[in-house]
């Protein structure tokens, strides 16, 4: 064989190769989405919506926020999904984990707002809790009035506060997965643990000694009962509330919407969770909600732009938009203008500060 034929030859194998490993990475039809159970039911009305006008309609998995990055990280192709949801930003090391693996151009999109509430059941005594004491009620270890950490002695909400009802400390919440659970810690947890005496010496001794004790203290939930993990599934939650008056469950607002006639949400710190309280920022547990786009699959995946375009449509994300109506909490406009021209620049996010 001569050697130009030869060359030629290996060339085509080439780019015979490159066609056949491009056609089998993006081998589907239909776009895949995977991440929060929060934001689910809104991807699953967009992706139905979307179906509605021709596009093959996305195929929408809940796997709860932790569990949707890992998988949108793995890397880029048909086995990987093309969308993330999330209940909060993405994280320093998880964008480090998408780059690591070949991920390279990621859209971070802006939804709306959401609030994480604690409700129970509407047999359920009235009563309210302020920040300070769903933190006494929860944290793994508290401190005395010393400042000696010692573990959780708390076995009713009136031993933290004698006007609270005497009922057993019962809490159901998401599991280390969820964005929930996350955006959770930070809100209650962490806020509550910032203004208290011991934890700011353990903090101030973290940033002078570059330790990581405070974050560890303040993240350790109570493992004695009195905090149960019922999963990714919030509806889950919602049922076994509903049936125990005792018991108290953590989930987004949009669920307390849509469970309103079994369920009633607890004051904290006497700000209700309603829809006017979380855009305008004076409920202490209000978050934005976000889903993660591949740019990568954007011209490969038919549909993505299309799908994209139709989350952040006014119809959708607006203030009568249809999201709207299943419990979103829309952004102000100046926000969803934000939000459609990263969507249709197709602008990459940069890497989180933390």
């Given at each position: 064989?001569?050697?130009?034929?030869?060359?030629?030859?290996?060339?085509?194998?080439?780019?015979?190769?490159?066609?056949?490993?491009?056609?089998?990475?993006?081998?589907?039809?239909?776009?895949?989405?995977?991440?929060?159970?929060?934001?689910?039911?809104?991807?699953?009305?967009?992706?139905?919506?979307?179906?509605?006008?021709?596009?093959?309609?996305?195929?929408?998995?809940?796997?709860?926020?932790?569990?949707?990055?890992?998988l949108f990280c793995a890397g880029v192709g048909a086995e990987h999904p093309d969308v993330t949801?999330?209940?909060?930003?993405?994280?320093?090391?998880?964008?480090?984990?998408?780059?690591?693996?070949?991920?390279?151009?990621?859209?971070?999109?802006?939804?709306?707002?959401?609030?994480?509430?604690?409700?129970?059941?509407?047999?359920?005594?009235?009563?309210?809790?302020?920040?300070?004491?769903?933190?006494?009620?929860?944290?793994?270890?508290?401190?005395?009035?010393?400042?000696?950490?010692?573990?959780?002695?708390?076995?009713?909400?009136?031993?933290?506060?004698?006007?609270?009802?005497?009922?057993?400390?019962?809490?159901?919440?998401?599991?280390?997965?969820?964005?929930?659970?996350?955006?959770?810690?930070?809100?209650?947890?962490?806020?509550?643990?910032?203004?208290?005496?011991?934890?700011?010496?353990?903090?101030?001794?973290?940033?002078?000694?570059?330790?990581?004790?405070?974050?560890?203290?303040?993240?350790?939930?109570?493992?004695?009962?009195?905090?149960?993990?019922?999963?990714?599934?919030?509806?889950?939650?919602?049922?076994?509330?509903?049936?125990?008056?005792?018991?108290?469950?953590?989930?987004?607002?949009?669920?307390?919407?849509?469970?309103?006639?079994?369920?009633?949400?607890?004051?904290?710190?006497?700000?209700?969770?309603?829809?006017?309280?979380?855009?305008?920022?004076?409920y202490p547990a209000s978050r934005a909600l976000f889903i993660y786009v591949k740019k990568q699959?954007?011209?490969?995946?038919?549909?993505?732009?299309?799908?994209?375009?139709?989350?952040?449509?006014?119809?959708?994300?607006?203030?009568?938009?249809?999201?709207?109506?299943?419990?979103?909490?829309?952004?102000?406009?100046?926000?969803?203008?934000?939000?459609?021209?990263?969507?249709?620049?197709?602008?990459?996010?940069?890497?989180p500060e933390k």
């Amino acid at each position: 064989m001569t050697p130009n034929l030869k060359n030629g030859l290996t060339l085509a194998a080439i780019a015979i190769a490159a066609t056949s490993f491009s056609t089998a990475a993006f081998a589907r039809e239909e776009i895949r989405v995977v991440g929060s159970s929060t934001v689910y039911p809104f991807t699953s009305a967009v992706a139905e919506q979307f179906g509605k006008t021709g596009g093959k309609t996305p195929v929408v998995e809940s796997t709860g926020t932790g569990g949707g990055m890992k998988l949108f990280c793995a890397g880029v192709g048909a086995e990987h999904p093309d969308v993330t949801n999330a209940s909060r930003p993405m994280k320093k090391a998880e964008f480090e984990m998408c780059q690591a693996n070949g991920v390279k151009d990621i859209l971070e999109i802006k939804i709306g707002l959401d609030g994480i509430v604690l409700a129970h059941s509407k047999k359920a005594p009235e009563f309210g809790l302020q920040v300070e004491e769903v933190f006494l009620a929860l944290a793994k270890d508290i401190h005395d009035e010393n400042l000696k950490f010692i573990p959780n002695p708390h076995q009713t909400w009136q031993s933290i506060d004698p006007l609270l009802p005497e009922t057993k400390i019962e809490v159901l919440g998401p599991p280390p997965t969820s964005g929930t659970r996350d955006a959770f810690l930070e809100l209650f947890m962490e806020k509550a643990a910032k203004g208290q005496g011991g934890y700011r010496e353990i903090k101030e001794a973290d940033e002078k000694n570059g330790t990581k004790d405070y974050e560890k203290i303040w993240k350790s939930i109570r493992q004695d009962g009195a905090f149960v993990e019922a999963g990714e599934n919030d509806n889950l939650i919602v049922q076994k509330i509903e049936g125990n008056p005792n018991a108290i469950g953590i989930f987004g607002f949009s669920f307390l919407e849509e469970n309103k006639d079994k369920i009633k949400p607890v004051v904290i710190s006497g700000i209700e969770p309603t829809y006017e309280n979380i855009v305008n920022g004076s409920y202490p547990a209000s978050r934005a909600l976000f889903i993660y786009v591949k740019k990568q699959h954007i011209d490969v995946i038919p549909g993505m732009k299309e799908f994209v375009a139709e989350f952040v449509a006014d119809k959708a994300i607006g203030e009568d938009g249809y999201l709207v109506e299943k419990g979103l909490i829309s952004m102000p406009k100046e926000e969803a203008e934000k939000t459609r021209k990263i969507a249709t620049e197709l602008t990459p996010m940069a890497m989180p500060e933390k």
